[in-house]
């Protein structure tokens, strides 16, 4: 099991800017598939972005391409959300999972797929 703890949330107007973290209590992230997932009131949870173990691949939703941007501190151990241009539909609790590169074929995973969750960080974004 891979513990993970979110931070960076908080109130952000429209158009501003938000870094979220995941620290992962991990000897490498080189044997992970890590993903920042969102869930709001109501709706069920989707992935935002993911990024793959040794390789890096990076994929997000369509709705916050060019706008947010994953990374990853190996030594840290440690994945970053950079969200940028942020939208009052970017509201939502986020989380981070993870979850061994074997039981990901590719895309964001499922949320169902994701093994380790952190308890998640609330992002609002409001005028």
């Known amino acids: 099991q891979v513990q993970l703890v979110e931070s960076g949330g908080g109130l952000v107007q429209p158009g501003g800017s938000l870094r979220l973290s995941c620290a992962a209590s991990?000897?490498?992230?080189?044997?992970?598939?890590i993903g920042w997932y969102r869930q709001a009131p109501g709706k069920e949870r989707e992935g935002v972005s993911s990024?793959?173990?040794?390789?890096?691949?990076?994929y997000y939703r369509d709705s916050v391409k060019d706008r947010f941007t994953i990374s990853r501190d190996g030594a840290k151990k440690t994945v970053y959300l950079q969200m940028n241009n942020l939208k009052p539909e970017d509201t939502a609790v986020y989380y981070c999972?993870?979850?061994?590169?074997?039981?990901?074929?590719?895309?964001?995973?499922?949320?169902?797929?994701?093994?380790?969750w952190g308890k998640g960080t609330l992002v609002t974004v409001s005028s």
């Open positions: 991990t000897s490498t992230l080189d044997d992970y598939v």
């Open positions: 990024i793959s173990g040794r390789v890096g691949t990076i």
């Open positions: 999972g993870a979850t061994p590169s074997w039981r990901v074929v590719g895309g964001i995973p499922n949320y169902k797929i994701m093994r380790d």
